[in-house]
Structures are given as structure tokens and as C-alpha cells.
């Protein structure tokens, strides 16, 4: 721990790419996760870590390993493994007697654990068991939440928190629409939560918004929630907290009204109305007479009246 | 006639346009939760629970239909979004998605400000404002436009400067390459040691933030967890004075260094051993013998010596010695014999100052 934390001097330039890649920044990376066996996992948890990292492609990390840790007694194992390898999300699939078919699902903030919930694999059917065509690998899939134990249970919504942050994939400005081909949806009812991964056919509508057909594919598991260990209210405050620098720069000085007409506003410095310059009108134009007259001071009509 | 027949025509044309949306709108009760950004659909309707139940195919077929329906209301959202052709006319049809909504946790606190370094303080505090400079120069001799330093720089490749003039009050055998050199790598070696300077006083502000350490995360170590007692206690407004203490917290406050400066006597405190002291000081300052007897200092100093290379000697013996044996070194060398080293340690440095008491040879 104390070898990561000493000030590291980068001496190659690639050395210092690597470092500036880790450091915190005001617009994050995409999250990387790293999918861990446990000291006795099966070939159902092993399956199912193999095909959530197809999924999660390129921004996965599958270790091949069995590394015996309990992730709800000591979390320092894992958190060494998340700096190691810059991974704020983690996948840890295990089985015994007690908890058969076990996944935790975790994040981490700071490198330190931030959720970690546990969940049961009732039934599982792998990539290669449905015979079908598959997406292409890194596809950024459409993510559906159906049931509404999501919005009232509070560790549900925490799941689904985590479950996007899980499947969300890269931030993207603009989505190629024919391009919308993977979509996993997950329903929460009766205290299970089923996920299913289908692959979407547009078919021809009559008007512009296409059909959709849907295909199953991919990976479907049947999960029930175990244990949890949330956040405290007030880290996860921080965790949300996003730099000031992000915020969206108001435009000041431009309104709209009610039909769609855009206002702007410009503020001028007082003008001296006397030098304006107007068009200039030959008949308007002051008589020789009159502007030494002016000159004077005294005007030739105020001069008759006097006397 | 022709009106009724232009209102058919209508008719049946918007009985066409509904019937071809038909295939695309979904019915639900509840409105769907939309976040393009992040290509996210949120449905709140109750799924039919009893319809769910039941393993097997119908299980899946449900499923699948709901699937169908959320991801129709979801497409339908994406498709009304501003497109645009990507890559001239033939390229494919592209969405512009918004900012995704949901909110998210970070993965890493948001980047502290890096704390100023002395120049930037300085030229804050002067008023000093940084001069944008041309990369090229005028080279008078070259008569041409060379760059400020680096390859072909303007004054001249200064490895090949072939003079160097000896300035005035200097010693003339001094040899001045050598000096021009040697100047040279101090100068880099002053600003090697401002730069790591500076970087360790960003590392060090950048994680001396308490903040984490003081959110209580269930697993704190024992040191972790007197640090923060302390704290709280040091956070009253009388500073914790008048705090009361836990059973098992110690009685006197701990000093903030540590215990290791030194603590002055108060003033006017004990007048009679002041006046021992001082005419002990006198005494010692009038007398011909020397205050640091030579000879036994260095006599001490051997016997250290001595001391610390047996101890070092039973120690390499222990590691491959038997038991008993290891035992025994152990016990003169770890403990005891390091108090010792340390007293004899500290009586030079005090009989040095002075102030202490001499015993006799």
C-alpha cells in the first residue's frame, strides 16, 4: 500500500500517460470492471462471469484465478485489486452450502468499497446455450427497468443504480439509430429480479418510427437479492457530488417567449444625442447667416424682442 | 357532392395513418421514465405478478412481450430525437442524444486545485503577470529568425563556445569552463530541488484532507479511531478543556509534538534550587578542569561501540543458533541493553550543555 501511495516520478512519457490516465478528473473514464472467482466457484458462476464479460467488453477485466477472499469480512483484497488495475467496479461470483451461486455485485469510490450487494442465481442460460445470432461486441445496450419495487424498496433502487452504472457502457454525444441492437431488460417481481438480453429487429412500419421485434439472446439469469452493505447516506452524498466546473454555463441575456421567438438583450453605454450622425438633407443644411449667429451667442430673433 | 367526397377521403386517409401507427403505439398506464442519455427506460407499472409465476415458456413469453412493449415506447423516443446525416449525404442516420440525467456516482472525488508554488505566490503578491513570448528571435549574426533555445538556437550552439572571458576580481588561474560548467549544474540541480519541492508540497496538501478518515465506514483501525477522538474531543470551543474523559482515556492531555521538544520550568517557580543552579554554574565556569572530560567521553563511546557490534554479533548468532541460546541474546540485546545505550546516549549530550550534575571518575 505504501509503494502506491509514495509520489511515483514518471520517467517515460508513456509512464506519464499511464498516471495522468488514473488521476481524478472533472469528466471521468468509462468504468471499468473486474470479474473475480472466489476460492470455490462452480461452473455456473464461472459461465456466468465468462458471459458478462463478453457483454462488457472492452471495459472488463476477467481474472482467470480463484482468489480465496470474503468480500463482506475484508474488503482490503479488493481494494487492492481496484487500484491495481483502475477498476471501479467489481463482480465477485462464489458457492458453497449456505449461499449456492452466489454474485456480489460491488463499486467503489475512491478505491474504497461503496455498495456491495449479494445476489442468488436461480437459473442461468448462457450465450452459447441460445442458438441464435448475436450483437456485436461493445454495443451499448438500451437498459429497461420494469416493476415498480425499482422506485418504493430502497436497496432495489440501489441495485438499479448499480446495475446502470454496471451496463451503461461508454457516455456518448450521438447514437447511430440503426445501430440499436441489444437492449437487456430487468423485472422485478415477487422478490426476484429476472434479466433477459434480447436483440432488436426494426421491421418496417408504415410511418417513420420503426416495428420493434425482439430475439433472445445473450445471457438470462434469474437472480435473487441476498445480503447488502450499502453506503452510508453521506459518503454516497460525496460519491454523487459532481465538480462545479460540469455545470452547464447558463447563456445570460437570452429569453424565449410563449410562441418561440428568441429575445436577446444588449446594453449600450449612454449615447450623446447631439453627435448623432442622421442623413444628411441639403435643405436642412445651416444657412451661413444663421450659424455665425450662433456662433455670436445671441440669436437674431432675441435680439428684435429685447429691443 | 365533391366535399362529401373530399371529407371520405379524409377520413380514410387518417383511418390509414392510425392504422399504421397502430403497430407502434403501446398502451401502458403509467408513463414510462425516459433518460436518452443513457439510453434508459424506467416502467412503474405493476408487472402481472400472476402471469410470472408460473415457470417454463409462458414465463418467458411474458416476459418477452413486456420486453417488446417497454423497448417500442423507448425506440419511439430515440426516433423523435434531432437526427442528422453523419459523414455527408450517404452516411448513416445518427441521433444527437442529450446529457444523460440519471445521477450516478462518481468513481473518483473530483480533482483538488493544486496548491500555488512559491513563484506563483510571489508574482500573485507582486502583481507579476506572465509575458507571452515569440518563439523566434532575431539572430544579428545569422541574420535570420532562429528559435528562442533548442536545435539552432539563436545565440549559438553554447557547447561551442570557444571563449570565455575572465571577470573582473576573479582569480586568474581559475579555469572558467570549469566554472561555467559547474555553475550550470548547480543552477539545474537548485531547479530539480524547487520542482520536487513544489510536487511535494501538492502531494502533501492534496492528502492531508480529513475528511475520509472521519466518516465512520465500519472498519477503522485502532490508531485511525484515536485519531478521530481526538479531534473531536480538540473541537469544542474551550479546545477540550473541560471535557470529560472516557474510563480508560489517559489523564494529561498528549502534548501536540509529541512529548519530543523541550518544556521550559516556569519562571518564578522554586527560588532555592534557582539559586543552586546558578551558583553550580558559577562554580563549574570558575573552575580550571575542563567540563567534558576527554578522556571518559571517549572511553563511553568505545564501550558503545562495543556494545552494539556484540549485539549485532548475538543476533546473526540467534537467527541460526539453538533455542536456549537464542533466548538469552535476545533477552541482552532487544530491550534492556537499548535503554541502557539510550541513557548513556543522552548523558554526554547533557553533560555537554553543562547544566548537569557531574559525578565523579
Redesign the interface.
Known amino acids: 500500500m505504501d509503494a502506491l ?1 509514495r ?1 511515483v ?1 514518471p520517467k517515460t512519457k508513456r509512464a506519464k500517460r499511464f498516471l495522468e490516465k488514473r ?4 469528466k ?2 468509462t ?1 471499468n470492471a473486474m470479474l473475480i472467482k472466489g476460492g470455490n466457484a462452480n461452473l455456473t458462476v464461472t459461465e456466468v462471469l465468462k458471459d458478462i464479460y463478453a457483454v462488457k467488453k472492452p471495459f472488463a477485466v476477467l481474472y482467470k484465478k480463484k482468489n480465496i477472499t470474503r468480500p463482506f469480512e475484508d ?1 482490503t483484497s479488493l481494494e487492492f485489486f481496484s487500484k491495481k488495475s483502475d477498476c ?1 467496479l467489481f463482480l465477485f461470483g462464489s458457492h458453497n452450502k449456505k449461499r449456492p451461486n452466489n454474485l456480489i455485485i460491488g ?6 468499497v ?1 455498495d456491495m450487494i449479494e445476489l442468488g442465481i436461480e437459473k442461468f442460460v448462457s450465450l452459447k446455450d441460445v442458438k441464435n445470432s448475436k450483437c456485436p461486441e461493445g454495443t ?9 419495487m ?2 418504493v424498496n430502497e436497496e432495489y433502487r440501489r441495485l438499479k ?1 448499480l446495475l ?2 454496471f451496463f ?1 457502457g461508454p ?10 441492437e441489444y ?1 437487456l ?1 430487468f ?1 422485478a ?2 422478490g426476484k429480479i ?1 434479466m ?1 438480453s ?1 436483440k ?1 429487429l ?1 421491421k418496417k ?10 430475439e ?1 439472446m445473450g445471457p438470462s439469469l434469474d437472480l435473487v437479492m441476498r445480503r447488502t452493505h450499502l453506503a ?1 447516506d ?3 452524498k ?6 462545479k466546473a460540469l455545470k ?1 454555463k447558463k447563456k445570460k441575456n437570452i429569453s424565449h417567449d410563449v410562441f418561440g421567438t428568441t429575445y436577446g438583450r444588449i446594453h449600450m453605454q449612454k449615447q450623446d444625442l447631439g453627435k448623432l450622425q442622421t442623413r444628411k438633407m441639403k435643405g436642412l443644411k445651416k444657412r451661413p447667416a444663421e450659424k455665425s449667429a450662433e456662433d455670436g451667442g445671441v440669436s437674431p430673433k432675441k435680439s428684435k424682442s429685447a429691443s | 357532392m365533391a366535399a362529401v367526397r373530399v371529407e371520405e377521403v379524409l377520413a380514410a386517409a387518417e383511418e ?2 392510425a ?3 397502430r ?2 403505439t403501446v398502451e401502458k398506464e403509467l408513463e414510462l421514465e425516459f433518460d436518452l ?11 402481472p ?1 400472476a402471469g ?2 408460473g415457470a417454463g415458456p409462458r414465463r ?1 413469453a411474458l ?2 412481450a ?3 412493449d ?3 415506447l ?3 423516443r ?3 430525437l434531432p ?1 442528422e446525416r ?1 459523414g455527408g449525404a450517404g452516411g ?6 442529450p ?2 440525467a ?10 483538488r486545485p493544486r496548491p500555488p508554488t512559491r513563484w506563483e505566490q510571489f508574482a500573485r503578491l507582486k502583481g507579476i503577470r506572465r509575458r507571452k513570448r515569440t518563439s523566434l528571435v532575431w539572430d544579428e549574426q545569422a541574420k535570420e529568425w532562429r528559435r528562442r533555445w533548442g536545435y539552432r538556437r539563436a545565440g549559438g550552439d553554447p557547447a561551442r563556445a570557444w571563449l570565455a572571458e575572465v571577470p573582473e576580481g576573479a582569480d586568474p588561474e581559475e579555469d572558467q569552463f570549469a566554472r561555467l560548467r559547474r555553475e550550470k549544474r548547480e543552477r539545474v540541480a537548485r531547479n530539480e530541488l524547487n520542482r ?1 519541492r513544489n ?2 508540497r501538492a ?1 502533501r496538501a492534496g ?1 492531508a484532507v480529513p475528511a ?1 478518515p472521519l ?3 465500519g ?1 477503522q483501525s485502532r490508531e485511525e479511531l484515536s485519531h478521530v477522538a481526538r479531534v473531536a474531543r480538540v473541537s469544542t470551543a474551550s479546545l477540550g478543556r473541560f471535557q470529560p474523559r472516557l474510563p480508560k482515556e489517559s489523564a494529561e492531555p498528549p502534548s501536540r509534538s509529541g512529548g519530543k521538544k523541550q518544556r521550559f520550568e516556569p519562571l518564578l517557580g522554586n527560588l532555592a534550587a534557582e539559586r543552586s543552579r546558578q551558583l553550580e554554574l558559577l562554580r563549574d565556569m570558575g573552575s580550571k578542569k575542563p567540563v567534558l572530560d576527554i578522556t571518559r567521553a571517549v572511553n563511553k563511546q568505545l564501550r558503545q561501540e562495543e556494545a552494539e557490534a556484540a549485539a549485532a554479533k548475538g543476533k546473526k548468532q540467534s537467527q541460526r543458533g539453538k533455542r536456549g541460546r537464542r533466548q538469552q541474546r535476545t533477552g541482552r540485546s532487544s530491550k534492556k541493553s537499548g535503554a541502557r545505550r539510550q541513557q548513556q546516549q543522552q548523558r554526554p549530550a547533557g553533560s555537554s550543555t553543562g547544566s548537569g550534575r557531574r559525578k565523579k571518575a
Open positions: 501511495d509520489v516520478k488521476e481524478p478528473k472533472l471521468e473514464n468504468k474488503q471501479s463499486r467503489m469510490f475512491d478505491y474504497h461503496l451499448k445496450p438500451m437498459l429497461i427497468f420494469a416493476g415498480d425499482f422506485d443504480s446502470i452504472d451503461r457516455s456518448v454525444p450521438s447514437i447511430r439509430l440503426a445501430g440499436l437492449v431488460h423485472t417481481v415477487d429476472y433477459r434480447y432488436v426494426l412500419s408504415g410511418c417513420k418510427i420503426p416495428r420493434i421485434e425482439l433472445e452510508s453521506d459518503l454516497y460525496l460519491s454523487l457530488k459532481q465538480p452547464p | 390509414q395513418e392504422e399504421k401507427r403497430s407502434v442519455g443513457n439510453l434508459l427506460a424506467l416502467d412503474r407499472n405493476p408487472p405478478a410470472l409465476r418467458e416476459l418477452r413486456l420486453a417488446r417497454n423497448t417500442q423507448l425506440v419511439s430515440l426516433w423523435e437526427a453523419a448513416p442516420l445518427v441521433a444527437r442524444l446529457e444523460p440519471f445521477r450516478l456516482p462518481r468513481e473518483k472525488p473530483p480533482p520536487l510536487l511535494a502531494h492528502t475520509a466518516h465512520p465506514t472498519h
